[in-house]
């Protein structure tokens, strides 16, 4: 693989070696301040990261050895572990939920009608919206007393909800907010993807008397595995990163219920100033993106080679 | 025949798509509705359209908090880092491309590798070595760690190598130096790749809210997201100077994007990052 990301540099060789050296001191001034950059923001915090999750620190004083201390207690943690489980409930249902949405979303997008650029340009406009946005206007639109969507549901009949507010409904209310700010999202990649896809294959299927909704997910969607394995991928990979909504609308409650595992990372270094307990928090959780990144990548890849998948 | 009878009637697909848009823009509507009406409106159930257009949240919202040094704030750093990112993934992603040079593969996978590392996983030793660097609760702190992104050098990495290498091999046989040849040559084909690296660097270090959040502390330091933040926390029930405020922090994206629509579609859906 790494052979093909570099271009075969034979035809150079016959170059005066001067302007050899020359070129390598170009190109050494060229990625100079990137490879520093990237390498002291980069590369440096990972190993500081691991370091630091075996030390005990409150970022002002010294840091202290603190041997496997703070992953040992990781693991007695009833917080910790009720983050995890929030963490996995709100991934579980956040990345099927968006994924299914976007596809569907884009599939309705993917027509020449009149107005269809108004109808794509409200779908993208979430895209741009900042998450400390999204979460203040939630906050409001899902208030319990004065918000419009409990007197929406209390027109056509339906029970009104604490949303944020009640232990029970506060992680699905995030849930279907994040959703909102992420369907604009797949949508846009997967229209993208679905233009790609040649017209004629879905009106040969047809006039071979195919309608239009088994074309979709019999051509089109299979025809856009890959795209659909980087979106699960990524989607996964965010919703396992979740904080700034839970920052901005609950704040980890009530009662933890929103408590997910990043936010619980943040609480312990720069509430509690437990940075070492933290850093171990970061670690595992490291390891994890990198596990389910990697299996995804396998499984997804496996499917295309095989061809009767 | 067919077909313009077809586009005479309206689609059935408009039953679906216009709800469909309503349910994507109602709270962004519902910001401009609640922000136009007054206090007492807004604590009444069930909510209804305010009466007249009251503005006056708007000046509270712009003179009860620096909104303006926000916004100033967060263009300084997000056009810092856009400029710096251009310059810096240009010279990277050209020498990774066309440079043979000794310990290139090697650099390159290590900037790959950094891709695969979320930010939260660095953030705390992030903060030490901004610490160690003196740098705290300022606006260097929040751009310097954003310069260079790996993907961008990634990016144009990928652009060079799609260009046909005769178009250097005149210039270089002139004796024009490297430098010289990536922008005064290859600069001018360059602008789909770099709106791409512009867009997607914009939209990162404007919306971040994580990193300022660790890194600042004092308002003349907030970038606009965490001074809403903030600003929610103080006029928690307030909705009408707090949907005001938010509109206001977030005209300067969406307005971009209004005019922009195409560069940022094409941005987001080559590269697949929001």
Same mark, same amino acid.
């Given at each position: 693989?790494?052979?093909?990301? %570099?271009?075969?540099?034979?035809?150079?060789?016959?170059?005066?070696?001067?302007?050899?050296?020359?070129?390598?001191?170009?190109?050494?001034?060229?990625?100079?301040?990137?490879?520093?950059?990237? $390498?002291?923001?980069?590369?440096?915090?990972?190993?500081?990261?691991?370091?630091?999750?075996?030390? =005990?620190?409150?970022?002002?004083?010294?840091?202290?050895?603190?041997?496997?201390?703070?992953?040992?207690?990781?693991? =007695?943690?009833?917080?910790?572990?009720?983050?995890?489980?929030? #963490?996995?409930?709100?991934?579980?249902?956040?990345?099927?939920?968006?994924?299914?949405?976007?596809?569907?979303?884009?599939?309705? !997008?993917?027509?020449?009608?009149?107005?269809?650029? !108004?109808?794509?340009?409200?779908?993208?406009? *979430?895209?741009? #919206?900042?998450?400390?946005?999204?979460?203040?206007? %939630?906050?409001?639109?899902?208030?319990?007393?004065?918000?419009?969507?409990?007197?929406?549901?209390?027109?056509?009949?339906?029970?009104?909800?604490? @949303? @944020?507010? &009640?232990?029970?409904?506060?992680?699905?209310?995030?849930?279907?907010?994040?959703?909102?700010? /992420?369907?604009?999202?797949?949508?846009?990649?997967?229209?993208?993807?679905?233009?790609?896809?040649?017209?004629?294959?879905?009106?040969?299927?047809?006039?071979?008397?195919?309608?239009?909704?088994?074309?979709?997910?019999?051509?089109?969607?299979?025809?856009?595995?890959?795209?659909? $394995? %980087?979106?699960?991928?990524?989607?996964?990979?965010?919703?396992?990163?979740?904080?700034?909504?839970?920052?901005?609308?609950?704040?980890?409650? *009530?009662?933890?219920?929103?408590?997910?595992?990043?936010?619980?990372?943040?609480?312990?270094?720069?509430?509690? @100033?437990?940075?070492?307990?933290?850093?171990?928090?970061?670690?595992?959780?490291?390891?994890?993106?990198?596990?389910?990144?990697?299996?995804?990548?396998?499984?997804?890849?496996?499917?295309?080679?095989? *061809?009767?998948? | 025949?067919?077909?313009?009878?077809?586009?005479?009637?309206?689609?059935? /697909?408009?039953?679906?798509?216009?709800?469909?848009?309503?349910?994507?823009?109602?709270?962004?509507?519902?910001?401009?509705?609640?922000?136009?009406?007054?206090?007492?409106?807004? =604590?009444?159930?069930?909510?209804?359209?305010?009466?007249?257009?009251?503005? +006056?949240?708007?000046?509270?919202? /712009?003179?009860?908090?620096?909104?303006?040094?926000?916004?100033?704030?967060?263009?300084?750093?997000?056009?810092?880092?856009?400029?710096?990112?251009?310059?810096?993934?240009?010279?990277?992603?050209?020498?990774?491309?066309?440079?043979?040079?000794?310990?290139?593969?090697?650099?390159?996978?290590?900037?790959?590798?950094?891709?695969?590392?979320?930010?939260?996983?660095?953030?705390?030793?992030?903060?030490?070595?901004?610490?160690?660097?003196?740098?705290?609760?300022?606006?260097?702190?929040?751009?310097?760690?954003?310069?260079?992104?790996?993907?961008?050098?990634?990016?144009?990495?990928? %652009?060079?190598?799609?260009?046909?290498? +005769?178009? +250097? +091999?005149?210039?270089?046989?002139?004796?024009?130096?490297?430098?010289?040849?990536?922008? &005064?040559?290859?600069?001018?084909?360059?602008?789909?790749?770099?709106?791409?690296?512009?867009?997607?660097?914009?939209?990162?270090?404007?919306?971040?809210?994580? /990193? *300022?959040?660790?890194?600042?502390?004092?308002?003349?330091?907030?970038?606009?997201?965490?001074?809403?933040?903030?600003?929610?926390?103080? =006029?928690?029930?307030?909705?009408?100077?707090?949907?005001?405020?938010?509109?206001?922090?977030?005209?300067?994206?969406?307005?971009?994007?209004?005019?922009?629509?195409?560069?940022?579609?094409?941005?987001?859906?080559?590269?697949?990052?929001?």
């Amino acid at each position: 693989m790494t052979a093909a990301l %570099f271009p075969a540099t034979a035809g150079r060789r016959t170059k005066p070696s001067s302007k050899k050296s020359a070129d390598q001191r170009a190109a050494w001034g060229m990625v100079a301040p990137s490879v520093l950059l990237i $390498g002291l923001f980069g590369l440096v915090p990972v190993a500081w990261s691991v370091v630091l999750s075996f030390q =005990h620190s409150d970022l002002q004083t010294p840091a202290t050895w603190a041997g496997t201390s703070n992953y040992r207690e990781l693991m =007695h943690d009833p917080v910790f572990r009720e983050s995890i489980r929030h #963490t996995v409930v709100y991934t579980v249902l956040f990345v099927p939920i968006t994924l299914v949405c976007s596809l569907l979303v884009a599939a309705a !997008l993917n027509r020449r009608l009149r107005g269809i650029s !108004l109808y794509r340009l409200a779908v993208f406009v *979430p895209v741009v #919206t900042s998450t400390v946005a999204t979460g203040v206007i %939630f906050s409001w639109l899902l208030d319990p007393d004065y918000g419009i969507v409990n007197a929406l549901l209390d027109k056509v009949g339906l029970p009104q909800s604490g @949303f @944020f507010s &009640s232990p029970d409904s506060a992680l699905y209310t995030m849930v279907a907010m994040t959703t909102w700010g /992420w369907v604009g999202f797949g949508a846009l990649i997967f229209l993208a993807g679905l233009q790609s896809i040649p017209q004629d294959l879905v009106e040969a299927a047809q006039i071979d008397g195919c309608t239009r909704t088994r074309a979709f997910w019999l051509i089109q969607v299979p025809l856009m595995r890959p795209i659909i $394995g %980087f979106m699960l991928v990524w989607l996964t990979i965010n919703a396992l990163q979740l904080f700034d909504e839970v920052y901005v609308t609950t704040k980890g409650g *009530p009662l933890h219920a929103t408590t997910v595992v990043v936010y619980y990372l943040y609480q312990q270094a720069f509430v509690y @100033f437990h940075a070492g307990y933290a850093a171990a928090i970061a670690c595992l959780l490291f390891v994890a993106i990198l596990v389910i990144t990697v299996i995804q990548i396998r499984v997804s890849r496996d499917r295309d080679l095989d *061809p009767s998948g | 025949m067919a077909r313009s009878l077809r586009l005479r009637a309206p689609s059935p /697909w408009h039953l679906v798509l216009l709800p469909l848009a309503l349910v994507m823009l109602v709270p962004l509507i519902w910001m401009l509705v609640t922000s136009l009406s007054t206090l007492a409106e807004t =604590h009444r159930f069930p909510p209804g359209l305010p009466s007249s257009l009251h503005w +006056e949240s708007y000046a509270q919202a /712009w003179n009860d908090s620096p909104l303006a040094h926000w916004l100033l704030n967060s263009t300084i750093v997000s056009v810092t880092c856009v400029v710096s990112n251009l310059v810096l993934c240009s010279l990277a992603g050209y020498a990774f491309a066309r440079i043979p040079f000794a310990g290139s593969r090697l650099l390159f996978l290590g900037i790959l590798a950094t891709l695969m590392v979320p930010f939260q996983v660095v953030m705390i030793p992030t903060l030490l070595i901004v610490k160690q660097l003196g740098l705290v609760d300022s606006l260097p702190a929040l751009i310097v760690p954003n310069l260079v992104t790996p993907f961008g050098i990634y990016l144009l990495r990928q %652009f060079f190598l799609s260009l046909p290498a +005769e178009l +250097e +091999e005149a210039a270089t046989i002139d004796g024009a130096g490297r430098v010289r040849i990536l922008f &005064s040559i290859l600069l001018p084909l360059m602008g789909p790749p770099l709106s791409t690296v512009a867009v997607l660097t914009f939209l990162q270090v404007w919306n971040d809210f994580l /990193w *300022p959040l660790v890194v600042t502390s004092s308002p003349e330091t907030m970038t606009v997201q965490l001074g809403l933040a903030s600003f929610q926390s103080a =006029h928690f029930t307030n909705w009408p100077v707090l949907m005001a405020s938010t509109l206001l922090s977030q005209l300067p994206v969406l307005l971009l994007f209004l005019f922009g629509q195409r560069y940022f579609v094409r941005s987001i859906a080559t590269t697949g990052i929001k």
